[in-house]
T-cell receptor, first 113, second 110 residues
Framework: NAGVMQNPRHLVRRRGQEARLRCSPMKGHSHVYWYRQLPEEGLKFMVYLQKENIIDESGMPKERFSAEFPKEGPSILRIQQVVRGDSAAYFC???????????FGPGTRLTVT | QKEVEQNSGPLSVPEGAIASLNCTYSDRVSQSFFWYRQYSGKSPELIMSIYSNGDKEDGRFTAQLNKASQYVSLLIRDSQPSDSATYLCAVTVKDDKIIFGKGTRLHILP
């Protein structure tokens, strides 16, 4: 029974490029959450999605960041025109219900050079 | 007032002793409470969930919940060096959103 999957595990981008992070939730889970974590800091909520809907994007920067969870396929977190400050670990979590336990994927470590 | 508060630590505990990690939350209607463990460079891993007042035990771990005091704790008995990690408290708030604390760093001294 596969857990939450994220790819790539490591991503290096030059300033100005686009970063695409993918997340496949656990089987049976239709709720997906994205978090960002800077070194030595806590998890920062970014966005909560259900299939084809963004439920809560209160933690997402207004510009350059977008997220989707299409009917088919993984959830995508897209960062356009990356800057050095975007360098962080990005974690995806999934749950079967919004107030149930969230299970985390291994994360994507984004480095912007 | 922060929604979920934890002492950042580090909390140093001798091997074999009991480690006690504490968390307070501000939303009185919170119903679900979770503890996660995160090793350096890894993703958070769910350890315990607790939904009603009292204690819940799982192996060496005990979660304690007191809704009247808006307080949840995690006890780790017979602490091992492998328990050294950051422990995150998470609480549901309105609209079923889960809020994470910033975590407490635990260091088990061999």
């Amino acid at each position: 029974n596969a857990g939450v999957m994220q790819n790539p595990r490591h991503l290096v981008r030059r300033r100005g490029q686009e970063a695409r992070l993918r997340c496949s939730p656990m089987k049976g889970h239709s709720h997906v959450y994205w978090y960002r974590q800077l070194p030595e800091e806590g998890l920062k909520f970014m966005v909560y999605l259900q299939k084809e809907n963004i439920i809560d994007e209160s933690g997402m920067p207004k510009e350059r960041f977008s997220a989707e969870f299409p009917k088919e396929g993984p959830s995508i977190l897209r960062i356009q025109q990356v800057v050095r400050g975007d360098s962080a670990a990005y974690f995806c979590a999934s749950s079967p219900h919004p107030s149930y336990e969230q299970y985390f994927g291994p994360g994507t470590r984004l480095t912007v050079t | 007032q922060k929604e979920v508060e934890q002492n950042s630590g580090p909390l140093s505990v001798p091997e074999g002793a009991i480690a006690s990690l504490n968390c307070t939350y501000s939303d009185r209607v919170s119903q679900s409470f979770f503890w996660y463990r995160q090793y350096s460079g890894k993703s958070p891993e769910l350890i315990m969930s607790i939904y009603s007042n009292g204690d819940k035990e799982d192996g060496r771990f005990t979660a304690q919940l007191n809704k009247a005091s808006q307080y949840v704790s995690l006890l780790i008995r017979d602490s091992q060096p492998s328990d050294s990690a950051t422990y995150l408290c998470a609480v549901t708030v309105k609209d079923d959103k889960i809020i994470f604390g910033k975590g407490t760093r635990l260091h088990i001294l061999p």
